[in-house]
């Protein structure tokens, strides 16, 4: 019987004293698929990582990960898993080559066994091998760290915000790589604060302290987006935005780059509005309707829940 | 897969700038050094007599003074007042005084009494000093009357230090700064390695490994372990070559005692560890511990001085127990069977320290 499902959570709860880091959170991961979590620092992203690589004990709910339970099986799941936590943790006074011997050791593998699978990253750092991990740039140290946790050929990936504090081309490439990863069928759960990342997971689930707002692909996600989304710019963008924001046709302004967005509702006139904003000294007004991104899908959703 | 956690942390200590060399420069430093300076001997005390008698007696009490070893004549004055002030400045460590007309006094037999006053802002120099110069005086007084009495009198007893003939203090420091050593290798040094692997993170990567935790702090022990050996050979080596000092009992007796104690040590530092999620942490709870060690178990106050209370404290603390094996074997030669109380009570500590510590240790919070 081949098991369907990579990941499976079913209402998983933890809190930290009164802080409740998560709050009855269920999704599931299917095999070979990327799962994205979607959310800002204190979303509970971490804590949900760390419980399901076994590193931490739920209060309420159960979870499996590749078919086995976190509370009972958490020794197999500890061999099928790799995980890539947030912060860099392999031993930065031991050369990449040594990291990866080490961990490959560890789960009883050579480097040698498993170097197909890692190759096409491992190769990239490889000329440094005898360099020690804590002087390697941040790029070199995520590539080592996915390195050392894909050396014994996992059968789920874990990555938590691999991409937090890497410049924007390391990011598109590494996005690549596990693009490159999934080909191979790994299921892979990974977690980044970037909204622009979402696109490149096969599914993603939006949360917020401690909740799931919702679960979908990420283009189903902007087509469900029902509302009239504008972008608007003027010369003072600061005062245009108080201004919107006094407007009662505007459910919602916000910044976003080179335009604000709006959420208006179906009350709303770009033109009276553009009128109103040139009388009262707005110099270059400009209102375009825009299709919505998966932020303007996150901050609806927010909204929403408040 | 333990050889790939030693293989491992053989490694990161070599690779460490600073552990390997401490290994070796740490205990000669310690041996070199500390057996000179943690002296409770008592020398050149400073001596100022108020002379008011100016007879045969008192020259002869001054000229034993500066005799002595251990007594140095600073000043022979008049008054007590100038005396005093060297005393207040802190010159002058005890005074002897020498009332007028001493000597007349004690050819009728019934002498004035000499006074001596001590400094005793150094307690132990102020009444040890004190009691040097009480001894000089009575030497002198006996010799005195032996010489005008027709009977001879000699002493009235003799005192004889054994196992510790010259009452050397180093003697009895020695055994006391090996243990000293081996609480700061083996029982600090692992745990600190422990909590710098909680505080850079690379413990969350190994917990989600097979590794089990028992393995994981074994590795870093057994490395600590032979450390632990290695030291305790070098500072044995450096008081046999330096001082002439060597165990008077079988040295398999010191070296299963120290094993016994590395462990026991070591997991005390294991659970120090686990207790605690930063480094600042384990150190404060490491040195609260150790002060209680290094000051209680007898290492440099004998227990039997100590309150009855406090003698019931120091049944709970493991170095009691070595250092009464390390004191025994090295000077008086006493032997595994001698010993074996101590190697019991040893033993427990030993599997009860390392239950604990992995008790404490979780993989998963």
Known sequence: MTIEKAIEVNGLSKSFGTVKALDKVSFDVQRGETFGLIGPDGAGKTTLFKILVT????????ATVDGLDIGRDYRAIRARVGYMPGR????????????????????????????????PIYSQIEPFKKRRAGRLSGGMKQKLALSCALIHKPSVLFLDEPTTGVDAVSRSEFWDMLHNLKKQGLSILVSTPYMDEASRCDRIALCNSGKILDIDTP??????????????????MY???????????????????????????????????????????????????????????????????? | MLKVLIKKEILQFRRNSFLPKLVVVFPIMIMLVLPWVTTM????????????DHSQISNRIIDKINASEYLT????????????????????????????????????????????????????????????????????????????????????????????????????????????LMIIITGFLPALNLVSEKEAGTIEQINVTPVSRFSFTLAKLIVYWAAGLVVITIALLVAWIVYGLSAVGSLAVIYAGAFLFIITISGFGIIASNISSTMQQAIFFMFFFVMVFMLMSGLLTPIESMPEWAQYITYALPPRYFVSIMRSVFLKGATFYDMRYNFLALTIFTIVMNIGAAITYKKRS
């Not at chain 1, 283009?219 to 003072?236: A, H, P, Q, R, T």
Request: without cysteine; glycine residues 6%.
């Open chain 1, 55 to 62: 590193l931490l004990d739920t209060d309420e709910g159960t």
């Open chain 1, 88 to 119: 860099f943790s392999l031993y930065s006074d031991l050369t990449i080559e040594e990291n990866m011997e080490f961990f490959a050791n560890l789960f009883g593998v050579s480097v040698e066994q498993n170097y197909d699978l890692v190759a």
């Open chain 1, 219 to 236: 283009s189903n996600m902007v087509k469900k987006f029902d509302g009239n989304l504008y972008g608007i710019k003027s010369k003072e």
């Open chain 1, 239 to 306: 005062s245009l935005l108080k201004a919107l924001r006094g407007d009662k046709t505007i459910i919602n302004s916000y910044t976003a780059g080179e335009f604000h967005h709006l959420l208006a509702d179906n009350g709303f006139d770009a033109e009276r509005l553009k009128q109103e904003l040139t009388s009262s000294g707005h110099k270059d007004v400009e209102i375009k309707p825009i299709v919505p991104l998966i932020e303007d899908v996150f901050i609806k959703l927010l909204s929403n829940e408040r």
């Open chain 2, 41 to 52: 001997d008592v020398r050149h005390v400073n001596v100022s007599v108020v002379d008011s």
């Open chain 2, 73 to 180: 004549l600073h000043s022979v004055t008049s008054t007590f007042d100038l005396s005093m002030s060297e005393l207040d400045k802190g010159n002058v460590d005890v005074i002897l005084e020498i009332p007028q007309d001493y000597e007349k006094t004690m050819l009728t037999g019934h002498p004035k009494r000499l006074s001596i006053s001590a400094n005793s802002v150094n307690s132990n120099k102020g009444s040890i000093g004190a009691q040097y110069l009480a001894q000089t005086i009575s030497h002198t007084l006996a010799e005195q009357r032996s010489m005008t009495s027709p009977e001879k009198r000699g002493d009235f007893f003799t005192i004889q230090n054994r196992y510790n003939p010259t009452l050397e203090y180093r003697n009895f420091m020695i055994p006391a700064l090996l243990i000293i």
